[in-house]
């Protein structure tokens, strides 16, 4: 029988298993071959024979990683690894010259990833909450540290490319260009005169107003400055620009690494399915918890998962014997609590668009009252999706899907809501910058934006932004002080029925992750017109870290319902993704279609913030120029389109192809089970037979 | 290396570090662990490598396998003898198996020889029953434990013989996305 090396490495593992535990006379076939792998009963024997050739011709990257991958006694594995080095093998200069650098390249690379892993934020404390909670609390956190990274990433690049620049010319004194038009779309007065009562300072922080206005946190306070000097140039509205594209992307970008990963899983195991009973027996317990209230609860949490796919089995099993009218019922009943969802969904909208146009015309008003209402949005935003959610959960509850199901509309809900409803605040202050796109009309006729309500909108959506960011923060830390502690100490201390009921604070992965990626698309909207928006973010991340780290300990109770799906990281990717869809249509718009106000910020003399590009090509050198053009014409760009088509066919095939293999591969296992069984027959019976004739 | 340690001498380290997943750090940090389980019986000085095991009782007393319902099956496996007596050798073994960068392959063969309670080499109905007891700390029904094991061989049976062969368990693993994270222990 001709065999490939690598099917009979795999076999002779196999093999090994069933020797090296082997108590029983049971001689099946493949037994029958000479013993070539250590046996529990002789001393240990090696086999000299096949694995050195593979690892010879397997090249320099075989031997050490075989050995520590080989499942044989840690004695044997130092004896053969004894041996290996003692055997000079017969190769050319060249070979070893390869083996060498492979060998130190490998050592290289291990003391790279020790020297990262000193870096790594928060590794121990990771660790420790994973073996407590499991494996989905575990990826919020995971998530939350990828987008700190993110976030603080992002600063550097704006800090390097716009704000330190903008620090050193503004204190240089470079020349400003002057601007030309009407002089009252010029008028741009952020500082209040007279006395300021000191308890606005305090107003003015959390409303970014007064002070903090005319600073670096927003747009308004950046200059066109473009300095040339005989062999330097720097053209800070350039820069602005692109490295506001250039974080969008550099965003997408990280996102997307992070999804392959994810993604590969996902794909190799496709999705998981319901009653998948083997693998909750065989892989659902978590060999790293820790504890004894831990493991406890991890054993409560198989049990429940269990019953739960049991439930959902008899469920299925129940839905599929209904009859005709039931079903009628069932999917009316269905459509009627989905139309309720969307209704529910559009009241909160529409209260936000009353709210934000209620905020904006009465935005001059001082003290307390003002900042109330400066506020609204935000706390018509935050009061609607905590109210919403909880709604919909009920009218989920009632359509009667599977558990599983159930989660994930309810889930998908709340997705839809959070990022929609930041999509509607947006839209009202569009509608009123630019007196609902008829920039030609009304209050918006001579600046084509409205002077009289915004002398610098930019500053002013910048400042939406960060209150929403600083809100949201802020609440988060109230809930947690205010609701979470009292909680715990209520049902701790005072035990009757009623506490019981209610219970422990849940650490409910997906609503926490809805949270973050609520937090992380404004800042993506606001990133443009608030550009120090990234750094607070950071901040705030931070700090969310280690009180939903202290809440977690102190709080709350693992989750006993957890959906695979839900809590996976590819999950939240993909919502992240809506979210930053929705900053990029923000941008895109902004960018393009807007007039940028005229009495503040870099681009006050351009007629877009876009034509800022096409004025400094034209500053280029004519070879560069035609590049470009080459690279955007017909000529480059169809060639380009039809090979990027060819590789993507070339992918899908080699996609297609593995799958088909997969299956083949599957369905010759099957069939070697079977083969194995009927020899294993025919064996027994050839052996009784020559039982009976002797 | 600035350090001078006399436990292990260099070759030693080199050969740990190419047997296993760790590094010379975390394999001296194995052997103050092993150490402190049996001060008076572990030597501190392993350069003529001592023959010393230490009884099962000893290693399950580790916080990190004190709570794991199959404790004492992951010991048993990575003995030599099958009485759960663990020299060095097979210590660093066991947690290097059970480390992050462990292969799946290699992590699936100490699997299935984990869950194999009576070592038959097959997962029949009785292996899987007792997983399942300690899984679930007997609160499932015995009529629900008995339809839970004959569905999960109903489900990952592939050559029809009503019980597990490693490579009706390997084929399931493969499909299992949290197998590799969850078969992991942090030390």
């Known amino acids: 029988m001709a065999r490939s090396p690598q099917r009979q490495s795999s076999r002779e593992e196999y093999d090994y298993t069933e020797e090296y535990g082997s108590h029983s006379d049971q001689q099946s076939l493949r037994l029958r071959r000479v013993p070539s792998r250590v046996s529990n009963q002789n001393p240990p024997q090696f086999d000299w024979s096949s694995p050195h050739e593979e690892e010879d011709e397997e090249g320099s990257s075989g031997p050490p990683r075989d050995l520590r991958a080989t499942p044989l006694p840690m004695a044997l594995k130092r004896a053969m690894r004894q041996i290996q080095q003692m055997r000079v093998p017969v190769v050319s200069s060249r070979e070893s010259w390869k083996r060498k650098k492979a060998k130190s390249l490998r050592k290289l690379k291990e003391s790279g990833r020790g020297f990262l892993s000193f870096f790594s934020l928060w590794s ?112 800070i509205p350039l820069a602005y620009l692109l490295t506001a594209v250039f974080y969008f992307i550099f965003c997408l970008i990280c996102i997307i690494v992070r999804m392959g990963t994810a993604a590969r899983v996902v794909v190799a195991t496709g999705v998981s399915t319901v009653g998948n009973y083997s693998m909750i027996a065989f892989t659902s317990w978590d060999y790293g918890c820790l504890g004894d209230r831990a493991t406890k609860l991890k054993q409560k949490n198989i049990h429940y998962g269990l019953q739960v796919d049991l439930e959902e089995e008899s469920m299925k099993k129940r839905a599929a014997t209904l009859t005709l009218l039931q079903k009628i019922v069932l999917y009316s009943l269905r459509v009627s609590m989905c139309v309720l969802s969307l209704g529910l969904i559009i009241a909160a909208f529409f209260g936000i668009f009353k709210a934000t146009e209620f905020s904006q015309k009465n935005s001059l008003q001082g003290g307390i009252l003002g900042l109330f209402f400066e506020y609204l949005p935000s706390i018509v935003i935050t009061a609607g999706n905590f109210v919403v959610p909880l709604l919909c959960d009920q009218i989920a509850l009632i359509e009667r ?79 947690l002080i205010l609701v979470e502690f009292p909680r715990r100490m209520v049902v701790d201390n005072w035990s009757n029925k009623l506490t019981q009921w209610v219970g422990r604070q849940e650490f409910v992965v997906s609503a926490n992750v809805l949270g973050l990626v609520y937090g992380q698309t404004v800042v993506w909207t606001g990133a443009l017109f608030c550009p120090l928006l990234p750094l607070i973010n950071t901040l705030k991340f931070i700090l969310l870290f280690y009180f939903k780290k202290i809440t977690l300990f102190y709080n709350c109770r693992p989750a006993l319902k957890t959906f695979r799906s839900t809590t996976s990281t590819f999950f939240f990717l993909v919502v992240l993704l809506f979210g930053w869809g929705l900053g990029t249509v923000v941008i895109i718009y902004s960018v393009a279609e807007i007039r940028p106000s005229m009495g503040c910020g870099p681009f006050s003399v351009f007629p877009s913030m876009w034509s800022i590009v096409p004025m400094s090509f034209q500053k280029l050198s004519i070879t560069s120029q035609e590049f470009l053009f080459f690279i955007g014409s017909q000529s480059f760009s169809i060639p380009l389109f039809a090979l990027s088509c060819v590789v993507m066919c070339y992918f899908v095939a080699l996609a297609s192809v593995y799958g088909k293999s997969v299956a083949l591969l599957r369905a010759q296992l099957k069939l070697e089970g079977r083969d194995k069984q009927f020899l294993v027959k025919q064996i027994e019976m050839l052996s009784q037979s020559q039982h009976i004739l002797n | 290396m600035g350090n001078k340690q006399t436990i292990f001498t260099d070759e030693q380290l080199d050969a740990y570090q190419d047997c296993t997943f760790f590094t010379r750090k975390e394999i001296l940090r194995l052997h103050g662990r092993y150490h402190e389980l049996a001060p008076h019986l572990v030597p501190m000085d392993y350069t003529n490598d001592p023959d010393c095991k230490l009884p099962l009782a000893l290693i399950v007393n580790m916080p990190e396998l004190k709570e794991n319902p199959f404790c004492n099956r992951i010991v048993e496996s990575f003995s030599e003898d099958g009485m759960g007596n663990l020299s060095f050798n097979e210590f660093v073994d066991m947690f290097s198996v059970l480390s992050e960068m462990a292969p799946r392959e290699l992590k699936a063969i100490y699997a299935f020889k984990i869950y194999d309670f009576n070592v038959d080499n ?42 597990l062969s490693y490579a009706d368990f390997e084929n399931m693993i493969t499909r299992a996305p949290d197998f590799l994270s969850t078969f992991h222990i942090r030390i």
């Not at chain 1, 995971?142 to 330190?164: D, K, P, T, Y």
């Not at chain 1, 601007?179 to 409303?207: I, K, R, W």
């Not at chain 1, 009123?432 to 084509?448: M, P, S, V």
């Not at chain 2, 009529?143 to 999960?152: D, F, I, S, T």
């Open chain 1, 124 to 235: 121990k404390t990771l660790q420790k909450i994973g073996g407590n909670f499991g494996g989905g609390v575990q990826s919020y956190f995971l998530f939350l540290r990828f987008l700190v990274v993110l976030n603080f990433v992002s600063f550097l690049l704006i800090a390097g490319f716009v704000l330190i620049p903008s620090i050193v010319f503004r204190s240089v004194g470079s020349k400003l260009i002057n601007s030309t038009g009407p002089e009252a779309c010029m008028e741009y007065d952020p500082n209040p005169q007279g006395l300021v009562v000191f308890y606005n300072y305090f107003l003015d922080l959390l409303s970014g107003t007064g002070f903090m206005e005319y600073s670096y946190l927003f747009y308004g306070y950046y200059n066109n400055t473009m300095v040339e000097d005989v062999n330097f140039s720097y053209n």
């Open chain 1, 401 to 479: 899907y599977a558990p599983s199901n159930t989660v994930i509309v309810a889930l998908l809900r709340s997705v839809f809501l959070r990022l929609v409803s930041l999509g509607v605040l947006l839209f009202t202050l569009w509608g009123q910058i630019t007196c609902d796109g008829a920039e030609n009309t009304g209050d918006c006729k001579l600046c084509q934006y409205n002077h009289l309500i915004y002398q610098c909108w930019e500053t002013r959506v910048g400042q939406e932004m960060y209150k929403l960011t600083l809100f949201d923060f802020l609440i988060n830390i109230a809930v």
């Open chain 2, 122 to 163: 097959y997962l029949c109905k009785e292996d899987l029953e007792k997983t399942l007891n300690r899984l679930t700390k007997e609160e499932l029904t015995p009529e629900e434990v008995v339809l839970v094991c004959e569905k999960a061989i109903e489900e990952a049976d592939l050559d029809g013989d009503h019980k």
